[in-house]
């Protein structure tokens, strides 16, 4: 899987750098990123579903009609059916969730717009954490994964962040394996001058 979104991210890098005038990655939303991986990483599959809602989800206590947390790309032999909204039971003909490949996506751009992003040192702190727990607490979800896509000033600057976030998810009590990792480099139009991709096996709580 990490092989598939390395070059899926590389394609894209080096179409976007054939434009006139030459595009960067940084330019690209983070939607079209989140499609950009899914179609890489869904290289092969039956199906690939985007934004699909965690199957083993319950509502709190008093508030029934609270939403469940979406994952961002599901890779499944066919179809997985959302969660019937009066049965509350996934439908024969498609594919259970225990079959499919439940991913989450994290995106962090260390720079953004020619000025350092804010929200990269969250994405490290606290949003993967929360998205590494859920992948791994659900009780319908028995193949996870987590994929990052991070835009960085080096590739330096992002495999030390990598190595860290995995020390803090691990001390944190997370059920996470070793990283795979690669690495891109991207024309540097507003201070990211790397693509750092990498995959991170989820197991169960």
Known sequence: MVDRLHEGIRCVIARLGQ???????????????????????????????????????EAPAGKARARPPCCSIVLAPSEVQTLDETTG??????????EACWVELVLAREWRQC??????AIAFTDRALRKV????????????????????SSEDRGYTDLASWERLAVAEGLPVGTPVIRSLPMPDLQGNAACITAIVPVQRL
Not at 89 to 98: D, G, I, M, R
Request: hydrophobic letters at 40%.
């Open 115 to 120: 000025e350092r992003c804010p929200r990269y």
């Open 89 to 98: 039971l996934f439908t024969e003909s498609t594919s259970a969730p225990e």
């Open 133 to 152: 727990a859920q992948l791994a607490t659900d009780e319908r979800i028995v193949h996870a994964r987590l994929a990052w896509i991070v835009l960085a």
């Open 19 to 57: 434009q006139d005038p030459p595009v960067s990655l940084d330019d690209v939303s983070d939607r079209e990123i989140l499609m950009h991986a899914a179609d890489a990483v869904g290289t092969g599959a039956e199906w690939t579903g985007l934004d699909l809602p965690y199957p083993g989800f």
